[in-house]
């Protein structure tokens, strides 16, 4: 505080207090490593993102190099019920906890066809379980397609979901590559973690 005209300015100290957003965010620096590795070996769309209600946001997002990439803004919420990276989500949920995030949402469609398909979202949600991942092309946006997957719960209970997304022909056409590199990738961060 400056006495001569009862004025206050900001320490260095204020710009350190959103250091650790980051940290809570992405589980830490491992997490962001994996995200540029994922990036750099597939040329493609990288997000992250986390379940907001009965939605998921992007808190990272990492656009593809090609000419046409998909383009996903941090901080875009979809519909947890009919993407990739919501059905990945789930599938780490109970059923218990499924059900009651389907009654939520039914009652708040305003019109029948926004309802919930019950028994084609549990196909989807125990393919993503047997598989690990789960996969969605065409849904919110035409030609586009994305595989995600559940990452380990970190230290600090946050769920979160890596995704690739781009042209569906794209996707498809590198499907098991890309799933393979993604696999890796987060083995790779959970070790990283044991050991940190």
């Known amino acids: 505080m400056d006495p001569n005209t ?75 019920f009919a993407t990739a990276v919501g059905i990945a989500h789930l599938a780490t949920r109970s059923n218990q906890e499924i059900d009651k995030l389907v009654k939520r949402s039914n009652r708040q469609a305003a019109v029948s066809d926004q309802r919930v398909n019950t028994d084609e979202l549990s196909e989807e949600i125990e393919t993503a379980r047997a598989n690990g991942y789960a996969l969605a092309y065409d849904r919110i946006l035409t030609d586009t397609g994305a595989i995600a997957m559940a990452l380990p719960v970190n230290q600090l209970d946050r769920a979160l979901v890596v995704a690739i997304g781009g042209l569906s022909s794209r996707i498809k056409t590198h499907q098991t590559q890309i799933i393979q590199k993604m696999r890796k990738a987060i083995r790779q961060l959970g070790q990283n973690d044991r050991t940190a």
């Open 6 to 80: 009862v004025r206050y300015f900001p320490s260095l100290q204020v710009a350190k207090l959103g250091d650790w957003l980051p940290n809570v965010l992405l589980g830490g620096g491992n997490t962001l490593n994996m995200l540029n590795e994922l990036h750099d070996l597939t040329g493609e769309t990288v997000t992250l993102s986390m379940p907001n209600e009965l939605s998921m946001q992007f808190i990272t997002a990492i656009p593809g190099t090609f000419p046409i990439s998909l383009t996903i803004n941090e901080g875009l919420t979809v519909p947890i």
